[in-house]
């Protein structure tokens, strides 16, 4: 088609387009770089002052009026595009919701997220350390020489490889993150430490990988009162029973001196747990006054300092407070169990929203 300087001609031309692309096609023939009109006002140079005047503003005048007309007719386009695409894409309200799964939050993160919480509420703060540990740091800074009886206690896995002559295991609790710390910071020092842990067993209240938590309270003060105290206080928020029945009974971990053994009290009724009362009797942790030689292998003055640790399992906890009956179910990743045990991730169950 031969291209004109007529405003009729291509205001026709341009109400016949029906696509953006031809739009756009016809735009660069007239305007673009090398379009008709950049030829046209090229060619100006050859005529004299007088026509090049008139001819100019002729031009100028044409390239507004075309520009005004294809942006006019490109919004047009636009607008009848979208309507079209309203009219086919119409949403039907009738269809059933399509049926999308959210995660759940694991009963041991839950639990874990429960304990910190209540922890944080006290002035502890959390610290962790790694699965694999040195014999070292796992026992003998604990007061557990090699050949102690005590060793047999947690039946350990020991890793193939050792590293400068020195053992490694798969730690069997969390206490040496209390060595690592103790050797790094200065007293005051109140943590706790929850994490994975490690021991040949395996039945239904044990499985080989666990997870335990660990306290450690040090300053130049603290007694075996404030240890029962802190204790109390978080099974009561934790299992959140205002009057549930506890005894703390003598017992012996080579890391504290005097030990004890915390029990809670409950009633088993047709397989079913209640916790916080009852006539019998479950073990829920260990505790102690950290036992001066372990401050010392630590290089803390055990003249001027003292405290108290305690630990314990994860899983129990998790079992006891959300009836969970088996703990290698925790583990199994069966997603019926997940979606049954597991947590919302939006239900904040957590004061501190975690
Ligand atoms: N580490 C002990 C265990 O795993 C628990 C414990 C920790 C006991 C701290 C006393 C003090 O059995």
Not at 138 to 152: D, M, Q, Y
Not at 251 to 257: G, I, L, Q
């Amino acid at each position: 088609m031969s291209l004109s300087l007529d405003k009729n001609d291509i205001t026709a031309r341009i109400n016949k387009i029906s696509s953006i692309e031809e739009l756009e096609k016809l735009r660069i023939e007239y305007i673009g770089k090398k379009g008709f009109l950049s030829n046209e006002m090229q060619s100006l140079s050859l005529l004299s002052i007088e026509e090049k005047k008139i001819k100019g503003q002729e031009l100028n005048l044409f390239k507004s009026f075309f520009e005004q007309t294809i942006n006019n007719k490109k919004s047009d386009l636009e607008i009848s595009a979208l309507n079209e695409k309203l009219e086919n894409e119409q949403i039907d309200a009738t269809l059933p919701p399509r049926d999308f799964n959210t995660g759940k939050i694991h009963p041991i993160s839950q639990t874990i997220y429960k304990i910190i919480d209540i922890f944080s509420s006290m002035g502890f703060s959390v610290e962790s350390g790694p699965d694999i540990e040195t014999d070292f740091n796992n026992f003998t800074a604990l007061n557990i020489p090699s050949h102690h009886p005590a060793r047999e206690m947690q039946d350990t896995f020991y890793i193939e490889d050792k590293i400068n002559n020195e053992d490694k295991v798969l730690r069997t609790h969390t206490s040496p993150v209390q060595v690592r710390t103790m050797l790094e910071t200065k007293p005051p020092i109140r943590i706790i430490v929850p994490g994975r842990t490690y021991r040949s067993d395996s039945d239904a209240t044990h499985t080989p990988m666990f997870h335990q938590v660990e306290g450690l309270l040090i300053d130049n003060s603290s007694s075996m009162a404030h240890l029962k105290g802190c204790l109390i206080d978080f099974l009561k928020e934790f299992f959140e029973i205002n009057d549930l029945q506890y005894r703390f009974r003598p017992s012996y971990f080579p890391f504290t001196e005097p030990s004890a053994e915390m029990d809670i009290a409950f009633t088993k009724n047709n397989d079913v747990w209640k916790v916080g009362a009852g006539d019998q009797w479950l073990e829920i942790l260990g505790c102690g006054m950290v036992h001066p030689k372990v401050l010392e292998n630590c290089k803390i003055d055990s003249k001027t300092f003292q405290g108290f640790a305690f630990g314990m399992g994860i899983e129990r906890l998790s079992m006891l407070k959300y009836g969970i009956t088996d703990a290698r179910s925790f583990f199994e990743s069966d997603f019926r169990w997940l979606n049954h045990y597991g947590f919302d991730p939006l239900d904040l169950t957590t004061s501190s929203g975690i």
